[in-house]
């Protein structure tokens, strides 16, 4: 009885449901004793894990086609009716994607919120399908706890550091900013009791082995999301290169692998070619130069995303900074003897989208095969079915948030400087006396450099 209760444990399956949009291994049904709960916690070690996952059997995809399209393409072969109908959703994708972007900043949040939601839903569906013959107390309920705590905790701080002006106009947004952090601290610690109070006797393994499912996935899903709100508040420009970028490549690598590929790239994901891989680079790059062209040439795209608070609504004017005005580069030598040019005029951040596609056709794929190798592990086709020829929203954003990541980190290492603005408005909430003394350091300081006696000749 043993090996048959490891092999439905170490195969990820249920008796009761299967997870939406993916198939798992069929396996025995698990037995009710006490004495069986207990082989199936105890009983495990990792090779056994390992080598019954490498010989159960490979996964027989199910068809999520919809109809009308499996009777449009009836008559061509699977490799290409499978082309024409990713190609179409992605084409409907994209459109979607530039009625959000029209549609301005605030709903661009509220979709990033929505899309954080439902690749957090999709990861934990699987654990919770996985391990749902367990029927582990409290086990989903605690999850959406942690994901509330956790948003909270970020969106506040985004709110207090974003809207600082708004937060200390309202008094019940004050207090909140000012205890922001121990309150968080005292929701997680609510959630860290509950989780402590609901572990049962022989079910002990399992319900640690959920709570770190849990919290992995909250690093993974919000804290990379919360990058994504992040970026879009230093210009949308930020938010939309980088995605295009990551579209892009996935796109053009899928092109080049489909007609030129030959040589498998990685095995945890058997369809990827370095012919696609390369192809996808190369593309990657020329598009990032074109479309961060486009872009800089509009305020709306370049400018900080700030709040009003005149008119209580986002704006995207400003000048805009040295970034995004034409330069003239002289161009090398040797290049110049291939090209014949020796001047070029570009936008500065066309060099920092270099190094924007650069990571998002070499470093982003990555991404991808970390969620290729956790589908591999539970054996699952895909993380849900909810578009079809696509798979779950967290199939196409896996590579998204690695971006987002690079995006952030990027921007606070060569782009972002301090913000006067908010420099101000914090030293508008000091007290009177802290504000005199900064005052008359700030004063002395400039005495120091000449500059205020410079400013005071010119009046």
């Known amino acids: 009885m043993v090996p048959r209760i490891q092999s439905s444990l170490l195969l990820g399956t249920s008796d009761r ?47 999520d086609t919809p109809e009308v399209l499996n009777r449009a393409f009836s008559s061509l072969s699977s490799r290409w009716k499978n082309w024409w109908v990713r190609g179409i959703l992605t084409l409907a994708m994209i459109a979607f994607f530039f009625v959000i972007i029209y549609l301005g900043p605030l709903v661009l949040m509220i979709i990033v919120m929505c899309v954080q ?21 409290w086990f989903r309920t605690l999850s959406w706890y942690f994901l509330l705590c956790v948003n909270y905790f970020f969106y506040g701080e985004t709110v207090t550091d974003y809207f600082f002006t708004l937060v200390q106009r309202e008094e019940p947004l004050r207090i909140l900013s000012k205890y922001h952090r121990f309150i968080s601290f005292t929701l997680y610690l609510t959630g860290f009791c509950m989780f402590v109070l609901s572990l049962v006797k022989k079910h002990y393994r ?54 030129f590929g030959r040589t498998p790239l990685i ?20 598009f990032g130069l074109l479309l961060s062209y486009v872009m800089s040439g ?22 805009p900074s040295d970034l995004f005005r034409l330069q003239e580069y002289v161009i090398p030598g040797v290049i110049q003897s291939i090209i014949g040019w ?40 895909d993380f849900a079915n909810t578009i079809p020829g696509h798979g779950g929203i967290m199939d196409r954003f896996d590579c998204q948030y690695l971006m987002a990541t690079f995006v952030n980190v990027y921007i606070a290492s060569f782009i972002r400087g301090p913000n006067p603005s908010k420099l ?16 008359n350091t700030l004063k002395s300081h400039l005495t120091d450099k000449g500059m205020l006696t410079a400013a005071a000749e010119d009046e």
């Not at 399908?129 to 029927?135: K, T």
């Not at 509009?298 to 000048?319: G, I, K, Q």
């Not at 101000?424 to 005052?439: A, E, G, N, S, Y």
């Open 342 to 381: 020796k001047i070029v005029r570009m936008y500065p951040f066309q060099i920092h989208s270099i190094a924007l596609s650069t990571f998002a056709s070499l470093i982003g794929p990555f991404g991808g095969f970390f969620a290729s190798g956790f589908k591999r592990a539970f054996k699952i086709k």
């Open 206 to 259: 399992l319900q640690f082995y959920m709570f770190g499912w849990t919290h992995v996935t909250l690093l993974i899903v919000v804290t990379q999301s919360h990058l994504v709100i992040h970026n879009l508040f230093e210009g949308m420009i930020w938010f939309i290169v980088p995605i295009s970028c990551v579209i892009c490549n996935d796109i053009m690598a899928y092109m080049f692998g489909f007609f």
């Open 117 to 137: 939601i439902k690749c957090f839903h999709e990861i934990i569906t699987i654990g919770y399908n996985v391990y749902h013959s367990y029927d582990l107390p």
């Open 267 to 286: 095995k945890l994901s058997p369809k990827k070619t370095w012919e696609g891989f390369i192809g996808g680079f190369f593309a990657t790059v020329v």
């Open 424 to 439: 101000i408005q914090q030293f508008l909430t000091l007290r009177p006396d802290q504000q005199l003394h900064i005052f």
């Open 17 to 63: 449901e299967p997870v939406a949009g993916v198939s798992l291994v069929p396996s025995h049904r698990l037995g009710s004793r006490e004495s069986e709960s207990e082989a199936k916690v105890d009983g495990e070690t990792a090779s056994d894990s390992e080598s019954r996952a490498e010989a159960s059997p490979p996964l027989i995809p199910a068809d």
């Open 298 to 319: 509009y305020r709306c795209f370049v400018c900080p995303v700030e709040y009003n608070n005149d008119t209580n609504s986002f704006t995207v004017d400003c000048e």
